[in-house]
């Protein structure tokens, strides 16, 4: 190379030249702001929340949390006990009930899945074990159905036995007496 750039008489071009620093300084900072709003702001962000009850009668709850400011579409959906990672030979459960409606759930809403009757599935003991309940969403406009686990699940009887056997910390006391109760 003949010509070296030295950053002096760049600094010196954008000093006679301001505006077209200003130019690219406010279109970069604009592109900032939109690639922020698009993959960040304007994201899907669904929640799930459960109440599973073994009381006769009575009906199991989820219920789905929109938290972001865009509506979703819901074209199809399943409920799954899928196998954890460490419990690789385990057969998914699936306990969809028969009859599945689309709804839409509004930004910053939330929409109740209600399981009744011969709606109902099984939550506790061998269908748990070693599985993660999920419920398995297909959006309109998404070509990957979206995965929210529901509940923290149960692991494996073994993975419970090795977890009683370590021993666990025991959290700090807290001796902080505020100013004013001195």
């Keep these: 190379m003949d ?13 006679k030249n301001p505006i077209p ?17 698009t993959f960040w702001r304007d994201r899907i962000q669904l929640e799930t929340s459960y109440f599973l009850t073994g009381e006769p009668g009575s009906q ?7 938290l972001s400011p865009v509506p979703v579409q819901v ?14 030979w385990r057969k998914e459960v699936n306990v969809t009930p028969e009859e599945t ?5 509004e930004g910053h809403n939330n929409y109740q899945l209600n399981f009744k009757g011969f709606d109902r599935f ?9 599985r993660q309940l999920v419920l398995e969403f297909n959006l309109f406009g998404r070509s990957r159905p979206l995965l929210l686990p529901v509940g923290g699940g149960q692991s494996a009887l073994w993975w419970r036995k090795i ?4 021993p666990r910390p025991q959290p700090k006391r807290n001796n902080w ?3 004013t109760a001195r």
């Design 21 to 37: 620093a200003w130019a690219a300084l406010v279109s970069t900072s604009l592109a900032a702001i939109k690639m922020w709003e």
């Design 163 to 166: 977890l009683a056997l370590v």
């Design 101 to 105: 409606r689309r709804f839409k759930i």
């Design 122 to 130: 099984e939550w506790g003991g061998a269908v748990a074990s070693g």
């Design 75 to 88: 074209a199809n959906w399943n409920l799954t006990w899928k196998p954890r990672w460490f419990a690789f």
């Design 60 to 66: 199991h709850e989820i219920i789905v949390a929109n």
């Design 3 to 15: 010509h070296v750039i030295n950053f002096a008489d760049v600094l010196d071009y954008v000093v």
């Design 177 to 179: 007496i505020p100013r």
